[in-house]
């Protein structure tokens, strides 16, 4: 994560979560490596498959603040950090794929009214719901170190390598009412 998150000198808010949601770089175990490399080669070819056959994938992503700061994670399967998300299932709304996501990659569990819906983008292979919340209190992160192998609250200034679903939501970013 420190590759694509710069180091602020007076930020000592920002704390990579690494392994479980502490602070401690753990050694990866077997099956945590089997995970991230099965990963780095299925999610491409599933992402080509369907496009091959013509269908765009459903998705939702969610930025996440608390204070001035937004939740990025690390993906082992994509270069650089995107915002929380994924995938709606066949039988859930955006708004509860947005919600389950969250706690599936970070450990966040936020009621579907508390995150709100900003728009929906129509992307080359996917149509993608946009969605924000604002957090009171800092929560505690916890990773799986599978598919996500990072996640930090940081100041967006300090991205290096954001994804394209990042960059474009911090052009288009609306400040809070």
Not at 52 to 74: F, I, N, P, T
Not at 106 to 133: D, K, N, Y
């Amino acid at each position: 994560m420190a590759r694509f998150v710069a180091a602020l000198p007076s930020d000592s808010y920002t704390e990579v979560q690494m392994k479980k949601g502490t602070n401690d770089v753990a050694r990866l175990s077997i099956a945590d490596r089997i995970h991230q490399s099965a990963f780095a080669v299925l999610y491409p070819w599933v992402a080509r498959l369907e496009s091959l056959m013509g269908r765009k994938s459903d998705a939702a992503a969610v930025a996440v603040w608390h204070a001035d700061r937004l939740l990025v994670v690390e993906h082992s399967y994509m270069r650089g950090v995107t915002l929380p998300g994924g995938h709606i299932g066949s039988n859930e709304t955006p708004v509860l794929a947005a919600a389950r996501e969250l706690e599936e990659e970070v450990g966040l569990v936020i009621a579907p009214a508390e995150i709100r819906f900003l728009e929906r983008q129509e992307l080359r292979h996917t149509r993608l719901s946009l969605f924000e919340c604002q957090l009171a209190r800092k929560p505690e992160i916890r990773i799986d170190n599978r598919e996500i192998t990072a996640a930090v609250f940081t100041l967006p200034a300090a991205i290096s390598e954001p994804s394209w679903t990042l960059r474009s939501y911090l052009r288009a970013r609306r400040p809070w009412s």
